[in-house]
T-cell receptor, first 112, second 113 residues
Framework: GQQLNQSPQSMFIQEGEDVSMNCTSS?????WLWYKQDPGEGPVLLIA?????ELTSNGRLTAQFGITRKDSFLNISASIPSDVGIYFC????????????FGQGTELSVKP | GAGVSQTPSNKVTEKGKYVELRCDPI?????LYWYRQSLGQGPEFLIY????????DSGLPNDRFFAVRPEGSVSTLKIQRTERGDSAVYLC???????????FGPGTRLTVL
């Protein structure tokens, strides 16, 4: 089946540092979404992207929809302890409306 | 407003038993999705409903899994003859018609002993 490759798998950073993570696919997506999941909770939507090249911010978070439509990245600036969690990218194929394909997740740890 | 709710939050059952997991979507959301998440993995799609009908059930792993949404709101995921490999967190999400943003509930953690 379709797969998204998300990297890195984990990051351990100092508070205040910037973070970058990305997802790549062999398929073309028409939507990219980024979620954050805390232990014992469901994923929470952070940013949604709909057009190739689109750059969208949500506070300290910035995400981009790759020009090839096969990749996306998420940046977090000036990290704080509450940024800790697992971040997932998710993509939607143009011919499979509704179904989201998720990456394996990036686990972020922030040291105060 | 209220988000997606799922009950129970935890379910422990024995191999071979039947279980039902319930999802109550955000009011007004016509699309409803079920995903399964194993430890250390991203959610995997199972099935999605547009209104009362299943628009895509390609992710259901086998015929032991079945889901219904009889009135276009609450949905129930049903698993027959549970196996230990069914143990996972079952997530439900909903969205507005024609929108791709899916909003997730807290999940039901299913443990099959």
């Amino acid at each position: 089946g379709q797969q998204l490759n998300q990297s890195p798998q984990s990051m351990f950073i100092q508070e205040g540092e910037d973070v970058s993570m990305n997802c790549t696919s062999s398929s073309i997506f028409n939507t990219w979404l980024w979620y954050k999941q805390d232990p014992g909770e469901g994923p929470v939507l952070l940013i949604a992207l709909y057009k190739a090249g689109e750059l969208t911010s949500n506070g300290r978070l910035t995400a981009q929809f790759g020009i090839t439509r096969k990749d996306s990245f998420l940046n977090i600036s000036a990290s704080i302890p509450s940024d800790v969690g697992i971040y997932f990218c998710a993509g939607q194929l143009s011919n499979q409306g509704g179904k989201l394909i998720f990456g394996q997740g990036t686990e972020l740890s922030v040291k105060p | 407003g209220a988000g997606v709710s799922q009950t129970p939050s935890n379910k422990v059952t024995e191999k071979g038993k039947y279980v039902e997991l319930r999802c109550d979507p955000i009011s007004g959301h016509t699309a409803l999705y079920w995903y399964r998440q194993s430890l250390g993995q991203g959610p995997e799609f199972l099935i999605y409903f547009q209104g009362t009908g299943a628009a895509d059930d390609s992710g259901l792993p086998n015929d032991r899994f079945f889901a219904v949404r009889p009135e276009g709101s609450v949905s129930t995921l049903k698993i027959q003859r549970t196996e230990r490999g069914d143990s996972a967190v079952y997530l439900c999400a909903s969205s507005l018609m024609g929108r791709n943003e899916q909003f997730f509930g807290p999940g039901t953690r299913l443990t099959v002993l």
